[in-house]
T-cell receptor, first 113, second 114 residues
């Protein structure tokens, strides 16, 4: 089954710096999504990029997708202390009506004020 | 529009008891998904349901676990005869009929089995 894997798994940066994290997967996908999870909370959907898209922006977020390398990256620009969280990539699809998401283990990002 | 709601938020059970986790999808959403998250891990898919139908339960353990999404009322994830290894956070997500790629998650139920 599809499985996202993020790299690196832990990142500590100063407020105002950019944070980049990567995700790789193993099989063909229809889309790839990034989620944020604050400690002890649920997941917040950040952005979805479809397999026919290469780059997408949303506010301070920039996501790229390289289907030839089966990888994606999430860039958070001008980070803030409130960006401290775990970030997960998840691959999904509509194959046979199934929309299950396969999550990676997550990147822990700490933004130091 | 309220988000996905889950209750209880925390649940403590002793080994051998039953755990019932409830999920109310976002208004207008008819697709529900359950995921389990073990400590320091990502989420693992368990089951995908539409109203009154189980579409994909390939991630569910074969025994003790069951899920339903009745015509009326919330979706229920039921764990019978809980064991310590069932301790985890259980998340529910929902999506719309149209454009159902994006799944919106609830706050989760944290189950602790003593």
């Amino acid at each position: 089954s599809q499985q996202g894997e993020e790299d690196p798994q832990a990142l500590s940066i100063q407020e105002g710096e950019n944070a980049t994290m990567n995700c790789s997967y193993k099989t063909s996908i229809n889309n790839l999504q990034w989620y944020r999870q604050n400690s002890g909370r649920g997941l917040v959907h950040l952005i979805l990029i479809r397999s026919n898209e290469r780059e997408k922006h949303s506010g301070r977020l920039r996501v790229t997708l390289d289907t030839s390398k089966k990888s994606s990256s999430l860039l958070i620009t001008a980070s803030r202390a409130a960006d401290t969280a775990s970030y997960f990539c998840a691959t999904g699809g509509h194959l046979y009506g199934n929309n299950r998401l396969a999550f990676g283990k997550g990147n822990q990002v700490v933004v130091i004020p | 529009n309220a988000g996905v709601m889950q209750n209880p938020r925390h649940l403590v059970r002793r080994r051998g008891q039953e755990a019932r986790l409830r999920c109310s999808p976002m208004k207008g959403h008819s697709h529900v998904y359950w995921y389990r998250q073990l400590p320091e891990e990502g989420l693992k898919f368990m089951v995908y349901l539409q109203k009154e139908n189980i579409i994909d339960e390939s991630g569910m353990p074969k025994e003790r676990f069951s899920a339903e999404f009745p015509k009326e009322g919330p979706s229920i994830l039921r764990i019978q005869q809980v064991v310590r290894g069932d301790s985890a956070a259980y998340f529910c997500a929902s999506s719309q009929d149209r454009g159902r790629e994006t799944q919106y998650f609830g706050p989760g139920t944290r189950l602790l089995v003593l």
